[in-house]
C-alpha cells in the first residue's frame, strides 16, 4: 500500500518505523528539517520537506495515489485541512489527529466523513480509555474489554513459588504455577484460556505441555462471570479493590484520565507542579476531581493526602524517568495498582524489569487505531501490546470467509495465533479447537510477533 504521513513527530515516527518495517510505501511529509533527516538514513521510504498544508506539498507526496492519507502534525487544524485537501487530490482514505473531544462525539462523526475525513484518532482520549480498563482490578496488570466488557482479555503477573519448594515450584497462594496448561484444564475447567505468556522478555504462544513458572506474565481471556474464580486462582484475593487513585502530571492525558476515572472511583487527585496550569485544571477536568499543586515525588505530600490509603497511582508526566520511578517507590509502599506513562520505547524492558505496572504508551495506542484500516478483513478493533511482542485485534467473520469452511483447530493458522473468545449475537464466549465460526461472530485473536498481517486471507 501506498501511505503518506504528514508529520514527523513522535507519532508520525513511530508510524514511518512501523509501517516501513511492515513493507509499505511510506512518504514522511514534514515542514522542519531537522524531523527527517535522521529518518532518511535509517528507514526505506521517502521524506519531503513541505509544509503538510501545501497543495504543491501534497502533489509531490503523490497523494493522488495513496491507499491511505495519515495527518499527525502536532496541529490539530493543519491535520483536518491536509486530510481534507488529500482526500479531494485522491487519497482512498484519510485519518487526521485532533486534540478536541467535542470532534469524538458519534454525532459528530458524519460531519467529517462528510468532510472527507474517514476517522479521527485523539491519542489522549484513547489512552485514558486504556487506564481506565487497566485501573478496574488492582491484581490486573492490563486488561481489554470486549462486547461492552462481557469478554476480557487481561494480563496477571504470576507471584513467586513458595520459597521452601523451589525444585516443585509449587505456590500455596497460586493455583496455576508450576502446572501446565493441560493439567491446569483439568482441574480448573475451561472457564479461561491461556492465549501467551511473556517470559524472560520474550512473548511465546504456548502450547499444552507448557508450564506457568513464577514471574511470568500471563494472559488470559475468560468471560466477566469468571472473572473472581481467576482472581482466586492466580493467588490474587488479598489484593484490594481501586476505590481511591492519585494522578501525577497535569497533561492534557491527565484530563482525559480524570474523566474516564470519574466512573470507576470514588476519588481522583491531580498533582501538578505549576501553578498556572493547576487553575487552569479546575474547569477542564471531571466534577470532584482534587487538583494539589506540588511535586508528584514528595514523599511527605503525598502522605499528607493519604499515601497508605491510596489504591493506584498514575504516572502521566512528560517525563518518562519520573514516571518510572514514581511507580517503583509507590510499589515498595504497597501500593499494587501502579500505571506509567512511557513513551520512549528503549524503557520498555527497564519498566518490566523493574515490574512496574501497567505501560502507557500513546504512540503505540494511536497506531494501533491507524493500523486496523491497513487489514483487508471487517476488523472492529487493533491493540498493540506495550507489554509484549503482540497484537491482539477484533475481527469480524464475512460470509464465506475461509475461518467458516473448518473448525478452528483445522484452520492452520500461522504460529503465534491464538483465538480465545468471540461474541456471537450479544453472547461472549470461549474458543476451543472444536469451535466452528459462524458469518457474524466477532472473534478476538491475539497474534504474537507480526502474524496479525498473516489472517486477512482466513477472515476476508
Not at 519520573?322 to 527497564?350: S, W
Request: hydrophobic share 40%; with cysteine; net charge negative.
Amino acid at each position: 500500500m501506498k501511505i503518506v504521513i504528514a508529520g514527523a513527530g513522535a507519532v508520525g515516527t513511530y508510524l514511518a518505523r512501523m509501517l516501513s518495517n511492515d513493507n509499505q510505501d511510506v512518504v514522511l511529509i514534514d515542514a522542519k528539517e531537522k524531523n527527517l533527516i535522521r529518518l532518511t538514513s535509517e528507514l526505506d521510504i521517502m521524506t519531503l520537506l513541505r509544509q503538510p498544508t501545501s497543495i504543491e506539498g501534497l502533489k509531490d507526496a503523490e497523494v493522488n495515489k495513496a491507499d491511505l492519507f495519515i495527518a499527525v502534525t502536532p496541529n490539530e487544524s493543519e491535520n483536518l485541512t491536509c486530510a481534507m485537501l488529500a482526500k479531494q487530490m485522491g487519497a482512498k482514505q484519510t485519518v487526521a489527529r485532533v486534540d478536541n473531544y467535542e470532534y469524538m462525539k458519534p454525532e459528530n462523526l458524519t460531519l467529517f466523513k462528510n468532510m472527507g475525513i474517514e476517522s479521527l484518532i485523539y491519542p489522549e482520549l484513547l489512552a485514558a480509555e486504556d487506564i481506565k480498563a487497566s485501573s478496574r482490578y488492582s491484581w490486573v496488570r492490563q486488561m481489554w474489554e470486549f462486547n461492552n466488557g462481557e469478554l476480557l482479555l487481561l494480563s496477571v503477573k504470576m507471584h513467586d513459588a513458595h520459597p521452601l519448594l523451589e525444585k516443585e515450584i509449587i505456590n500455596y497462594d497460586n493455583r496455576l504455577v508450576g502446572h501446565t496448561l493441560k493439567e491446569i484444564g483439568v482441574s480448573y475447567g475451561h472457564n479461561f484460556h491461556v492465549v501467551a505468556i511473556k517470559r524472560d522478555g520474550e512473548t511465546i504462544s504456548p502450547n499444552g505441555d507448557e508450564k506457568i513458572l513464577p514471574r511470568d506474565l500471563v494472559f488470559f481471556m475468560t468471560t466477566k462471570d469468571n472473572l473472581l474464580e481467576l482472581r482466586h486462582l492466580t493467588g490474587k484475593d488479598d489484593y484490594p479493590s481501586v476505590d481511591n487513585s492519585v494522578i501525577i502530571g497535569g497533561g492534557k492525558l491527565s484530563v482525559r484520565a480524570s474523566w474516564e476515572l470519574a466512573d470507576i472511583h470514588d476519588s481522583v487527585k491531580i498533582i501538578e507542579p505549576d501553578s498556572k496550569r493547576t487553575e487552569e485544571l479546575q474547569s477542564i477536568v471531571a466534577p470532584k476531581t482534587m487538583i494539589l499543586e506540588g511535586e508528584g515525588y514528595d514523599v511527605d505530600l503525598l502522605n499528607d493526602e493519604g499515601y497508605g490509603s491510596m489504591e493506584a497511582l498514575i504516572a502521566l508526566t512528560d517525563n518518562d524517568q519520573q514516571n518510572i520511578l514514581a511507580c517503583v517507590a509507590a510499589r515498595r509502599r504497597g501500593i499494587r495498582k501502579t500505571i506509567a506513562q512511557v513513551e520512549n520505547l528503549d524503557y520498555f524492558d527497564m519498566a518490566d524489569e523493574l515490574d512496574i505496572g501497567t505501560i502507557i504508551n500513546k504512540k503505540m495506542i494511536a497506531a494501533s487505531h491507524i493500523y486496523r484500516m491497513l487489514l483487508k478483513g471487517d476488523v472492529d478493533n487493533v491493540k498493540m501490546l506495550t507489554i509484549g511482542n503482540a497484537d491482539v485485534a477484533e475481527f469480524v467473520v464475512k460470509p464465506g470467509s475461509k475461518v467458516t469452511k473448518k473448525k478452528v483447530m483445522e484452520l492452520s493458522f500461522p504460529y503465534g495465533v491464538n483465538i480465545g473468545g468471540m461474541s456471537r449475537d450479544g453472547i461472549s464466549m470461549l474458543v476451543n479447537g472444536a469451535t466452528q465460526l459462524q458469518e457474524g461472530d466477532k472473534v478476538v485473536v491475539f497474534c504474537t510477533g507480526n502474524t496479525l498481517r498473516k489472517l486477512d486471507k482466513y477472515f476476508k
